[in-house]
């Protein structure tokens, strides 16, 4: 995963979105990642997971007991 600064990412917009269409861009602030910014296609692909995940979860039976 690559990474800038939110400066530079302000300042190099569209070099951002070039970036981010190949792969994850972390954007930091005072060095440190706050955001990851992606591709349309890899967050609804994420949404599409994440979605079909939390469908599954009401068809799986927990076991008793807490174990």
């Given at each position: 995963?690559?990474?800038?600064s939110?400066?530079?990412?302000?300042?190099?917009?569209?070099?951002l979105?070039?970036?981010?269409?190949?792969?994850?861009?972390?954007?930091?602030?005072?060095?440190?990642p706050?955001?990851?910014v992606?591709?349309?296609?890899?967050?609804?692909?994420?949404?599409?997971?994440?979605?079909?995940?939390?469908?599954?979860?009401?068809?799986?039976?927990?076991?008793?007991g807490g174990?």
């Amino acid at each position: 995963m690559q990474r800038m600064s939110a400066r530079d990412a302000k300042n190099a917009f569209g070099r951002l979105i070039d970036m981010a269409r190949a792969e994850p861009v972390a954007i930091e602030k005072h060095g440190r990642p706050v955001v990851v910014v992606v591709a349309l296609e890899e967050y609804e692909r994420l949404v599409a997971n994440r979605t079909s995940d939390h469908a599954l979860s009401g068809h799986i039976k927990k076991p008793e007991g807490g174990g």
